[in-house]
């Protein structure tokens, strides 16, 4: 199972708002909508940030938001703030009943 | 409040063998499936393996397939990943997160690093 692709770094200055895309393939991001995306800060464990493309857990600002068109899923941050700034990462269940992950995209808030 | 904490990493030669443990508490520990997960260092995350609440079902990525088992011990509230024929490229932090039940992992252990060197 080949990694999802995400970009490996998006920016953007406050108050903006950023786009990471997550590419997968018609056995995984566009078999289901099971699209989950995680934050990390370095050092840290990944927190969940949206579940089931669009998503939000209780406790995540809406300024996040998840959609999904084919085999892309895209988040999306909007007024960027400093807190923003960690490595996301999209993760997609398969057809093999498996998981696959993005290989990471670094946001820095400029 | 849901805790996982691993333990059981560390320097291990090639070909050699580990068991890490996550300990879980905070939730109802049989009724949810577990998995561990993997990210190489200043690399993404990997799935590594999957175990049903009662033990019954358990699911590998390719890459560790014959030569990791994982289990649980529901009475001690334990995952457990037995890792054998262990290779550099099993250098990793290993973390345990619990199944969000939308196919998802919705609370991850603090990692524990295991490192596969001569």
């Known amino acids: 199972q080949s990694a999802l692709t995400q970009p490996a770094s998006v920016s953007g200055s406050p108050g903006q708002s950023i786009t990471i895309s997550c590419t997968g393939t018609?056995?995984?991001?566009?078999?289901?909508?099971?699209v989950t995306w995680y934050r990390q800060y370095p050092g840290k464990a990944p927190t969940l940030m949206i579940y089931d493309v669009t998503e939000r857990p209780s406790g995540v600002s809406d300024r996040f938001s998840g959609s999904k068109s084919g085999n892309t899923a895209s988040l999306t941050i909007s007024g960027l703030q400093s807190e923003d700034e960690a490595d996301y990462y999209c993760?997609?269940?398969?057809?093999?009943?498996?998981?696959?992950f993005g290989g990471g995209t670094k946001l820095t808030v400029l | 409040e849901v805790q996982l904490v691993e333990s059981g990493g560390g320097l291990v030669q090639p070909g050699g063998s580990l068991r890490l443990s996550c300990a879980a508490s905070g939730f109802t520990f049989k009724e949810y499936w577990m998995h561990w997960i993997r990210q190489a260092p200043g690399k993404g995350l990997v799935w590594v393996s999957r175990i049903k609440g009662d033990g019954s079902h358990t699911v590998y990525a390719d890459s560790v397939k014959g030569r990791f088992t994982v289990s649980r011990d529901n009475a001690k509230n334990t995952l457990f990943l037995q890792m054998n024929s262990l290779r550099a490229e099993d250098t990793a932090v290993y973390y345990c997160?619990?199944?969000?039940?939308?196919?998802?992992?919705?609370?991850w252990g603090q990692g524990n690093l295991v490192t596969v060197s001569s």
């Open positions: 997160a619990r199944d969000g039940d939308h196919w998802n992992f919705d609370y």
């Open positions: 018609s056995s995984d991001v566009g078999a289901y909508n099971y």
């Open positions: 993760s997609s269940y398969t057809t093999s009943v498996t998981w696959v």
